[in-house]
């Protein structure tokens, strides 16, 4: 096991002042409910609130330190080799449309970025998306074609800006990146007042829905004629989102770099394991982030070994760079067909609506769909919502893999229950470690804190109940099955659940 290092927040959460937007007290109502505080919460509420309708914004925790605070946050429609997938599955009109709707929602960043004037170092870069074989040449040739079929000014080039060659590459001009903290901080700023609320350390617990809809939460209730659910995965088992999707972990380092040495674009690689590249401003100096090196959640036991991996990579290719200064994960959920679900979270259920899916593409898929959520409240027509439509099942595509992730969910379920615990004692555990030991007769989940305080708990998640696995990097305890992830004590910190572990006395 590679030696434990105490986890560290991500640089746009470090760099970034606290907030203190006070919790629900009691009861408020407004015209749309918007639970969940990152880029599709915070972007469909500010869209309905500047079209007059009162939006509260329902954040469990602090807002923009989820899934986006934790981003590598290029703001591009080239996600990786998909165009020439997209052609297959949902047809020309379908890719074309998914295209569209990406392009339209770096647009819609820029206008606000442009006319609030927000300053999170929003700028114009180049996306490439490059082969490191001959032998990925054709797919790449392939999705330049599908791109530009779609409408995105592709290009296929043999010479990039990064310091290794590569086989090849499909460059996507005038994409962007930028600071996804500072621009959801300033326009999180602009929703309080005149009806509409930003509550934080307000954890929802369930929706009522009738004529009218009600969010209860652990502080009070919110009433709402409408509600979006942008819990990243919805916290609601309604609408079997937790069965559509599986959760996916990844991994970033960022190291100070002289701007003669950095690469000037957006990096990924076509192949596995993922190699993800860009450049971040910190005041008066750069940093190079380096991403990928991703798993399924719950499923590796030496996550520190990935950020080093990341590590090795870095200093290979650009040994000018300092020492890293920030290591930090993040966990996306990853659809059936490579598009986000997003629409009603029942077909029966009109003023419920959810996104998710988003593939590790948050930035423009959760802009876009705010935009299409946003657009139903306001019963406006939207061109590309039947393509994201989240009721919808690909059996081409979908039912493969739904019965595949239904078999490794099955695996995890009865496997991790008949497994072999850790038989040490948990006096056994240095701080800071944490194990799923054999306490009595039962498999606990324990922590021996950095105080030297033990936690005993129970093992079993509070969603649907699969054995959570201890992620030695960020000193969590998360759910193979559905992504669930709880703080070594027990506290929940990413759902579908909306329990803490059961603690053990």
Not at 102 to 130: M, P, S, T, W
């Amino acid at each position: 096991m590679t030696e434990l290092k105490p986890p560290r927040r991500s640089f746009w959460v470090e760099s970034t002042p606290e907030t203190d937007y006070a919790p629900l007290a009691g009861r408020v109502s407004v015209d749309v409910a918007v639970i969940g505080a990152g880029i599709t919460g915070l972007t469909s509420a500010t869209l309905l609130k500047r079209e007059g309708k009162t939006v509260a914004v329902v954040e469990a925790k602090r807002i923009v330190r989820g899934a986006t605070g934790y981003t590598t946050a290029k703001v591009t429609s080239g996600h990786g080799v998909i165009y020439s997938e997209l052609m297959k599955t949902f047809g020309a009109e379908g890719a074309r449309r998914y295209a569209e709707a990406n392009q339209a929602a770096l647009e819609r960043v820029a206008r606000f970025v442009d006319e609030d004037g927000i300053d999170c170092d929003f700028e114009r870069k180049a996306n490439y998306v490059y082969a490191e074989s001959r032998e990925e040449i054709e797919s790449l040739e392939r999705e330049v074609e599908a791109a530009r079929s779609c409408g995105l000014g592709a290009s296929f080039v043999e010479d990039t800006p990064l310091p290794y060659e590569v086989a090849g590459a499909v460059r996507l001009a005038d994409q962007a990146q930028f600071h996804p903290r500072k621009y959801l901080l300033a326009l999180a700023q602009t929703i309080p007042g005149d009806g509409s609320h930003v509550f934080e350390l307000t954890r929802a617990l369930d929706v009522d829905a009738g004529s009218a809809c009600a969010v209860k939460t652990d502080r009070g209730t919110v009433l709402a004629r409408d509600v979006i659910v942008a819990t990243h995965l919805p916290f609601l088992d309604r609408g079997l989102f937790f069965a559509k999707t599986y959760p996916h972990r990844s991994y970033a380092v960022a190291a100070p770099i002289d701007e003669k040495h950095a690469p000037n674009g957006m990096f990924i690689n076509a192949g596995t394991p993922t190699r993800s590249a860009r450049t971040i401003h910190d005041g008066n100096r750069l940093l190079l982030q380096v991403g990928g090196n991703g798993h399924k959640a719950g499923e590796e036991e030496d996550t520190p070994r990935r950020y080093e991996q990341l590590e090795e990579f870095l200093r290979e290719h650009w040994p000018e760079a300092g020492p890293v200064e920030y290591r930090w994960s993040t966990q996306d959920y990853m659809s059936l067909d490579r598009v986000p679900y997003v629409g009603r979270l029942r077909r029966r259920l009109q003023q419920v609506t959810t996104a998710t899916g988003f593939n590790k593409w948050g930035m423009t898929n959760g802009t876009a769909a705010a935009m299409i959520l946003s657009d139903g409240i306001l019963e406006r027509p939207n061109e590309w919502a039947e393509v994201f439509e989240a009721k919808r099942l690909k059996p081409r595509v979908s039912a493969g893999k739904l019965v595949k992730e239904g078999a490794s969910v099955g695996f995890h379920f009865l496997a991790d229950r008949l497994g072999r615990a850790d038989e040490r004692s948990p006096d056994g555990l240095a701080p800071g470690e944490g194990a799923i030991l054999r306490v009595g007769r039962r498999k606990r989940a324990v922590y021996r804190d950095e105080a030297g305080a033990l936690h005993i708990l129970s093992a079993v998640c509070r969603h649907l109940r699969c054995i959570v696995a201890w992620n030695p990097a960020e000193r969590t305890w998360d759910c193979p099955c559905h992504g669930s992830r709880y703080t070594g004590e027990g506290q929940a910190i990413q759902g579908p659940t909306v329990k803490d572990l059961e603690r053990i006395e």
